[in-house]
């Protein structure tokens, strides 16, 4: 039994959390391969409801191993504070939680530059989560990375801070006037943390590799969306990791059976940069106020609109997915009128893809198809076949326009509520 990928289909907030926590349940390894705590994943299940930010919802399944890969950068503060919180609820055994030594560790300059760097952009600002993504994937790329492994090498460490921070300061202070960093803090502050990350730390390609070797099922939890992506995303404003990166997860491309692709039945988006379907208007209002649209991570209240086909076809085709997970369907009880783009209005021609260059994405009008609503609640419905017509028509055609079939639909936020359509795994 390979490895599935649950990756956003959008730009993330697709309603992952609560697909990943039913997924995770089979799962004997979950691996969070991509970003860092700007993700957030809300979780409802048994135990209680949770805001997972970069532990793998595996935790809540005590047969399940939990891997922080070298695709995440990792905040320690965000993880402790998460761990405490999941403690104070009863998720007690985090013995099974494992970081990889090669994950990159945020760093308080990254938080301080981010800030730096959003305040100093001010109208063309990103809208960024504040949580140093940003500048910590820079600083991999760029080569200038601390990594969790580093950490277990104190004289490495401080030898390596020393340097990276002299170039930090000089940045800090002579771009942005603001005060240098001192080398003796972050150094102690981080020892600190070696202290409660040690036991996680470690080399955590032979837990994946013996797992998928005995043919155990390993899913690779995906955080953000596919239109966040640096490559594939409305770029500049995108994350800075891709949510579609398996590479992160130390698996290779061989090893995945099934890709499936997390749509929610509209859209939305948090942060500034183009969104075609985004409704300035009371239907956006009234998606927002029945979705409870404000971000896990930041409270900020996310653009909602319909669905976008272009988008979702676009996306489908650059991860390869071959299953669609339609979360949220339920949102769409009350609406008379259900709209879905499937092609774009731009300078007096009709397109069928998603422009790279945001200037033209951003003066493109969505084409609408109008499907009638079902208007009745749908949250007791466990069957696809016992979904109202209109839904099914709806559902039908997301999955003509995703070009894969819709495997599970999502029909409220507990985890029963869902419509499974054949194996998963
Ligand atoms: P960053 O990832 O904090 O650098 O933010 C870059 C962009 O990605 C901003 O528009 C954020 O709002 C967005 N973003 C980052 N993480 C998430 C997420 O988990 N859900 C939705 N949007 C996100």
Redesign the pocket.
Known sequence: MPAIAVIGAQ???EGKGKMVDLLAEKARVVIRFS?GD???HTVINHLGKFALHLVPSGIFYPHTTCIISNGVVLNPVSLFKEMDDLKAKGITDFSRMFISERTHLIMPYHLLLEQLEEKALGARA??????G??PAFTDKAARYGIRAGDLLNPGYFKERLSQVLELKNSVITRAYGAEPLSVEKIFNQYMEYAKRLTPHIKNTLPVVEEALRKGEPVMLEG???TL?DPDFGTYP????SSPMGIVGAGIGPTQIKRAYGVFKAYCT?????PMPTDLKDATGDKLREIAQEF????G?ARRCGWFDGVAARYSSQVNGFNGAIITRLDILDSFPVINVCTAYHVDGKTIDYFPADISVLERCVPVYETFPGWQTPINSIREFARLPLNARRYVKRLEELCGCPAKIISVGAAREQTIFRGEIY
Do not use: E
């Open positions: 730009w993330g907030d970003g700007n993700a957030g990103i809208g960024t989560t504040g949580k993504i940003g955080a953000q969306g966040l404003y995108v994350t800075s988006r948090v942060g500034n940069g971000g896990a991570t930041t900020r």
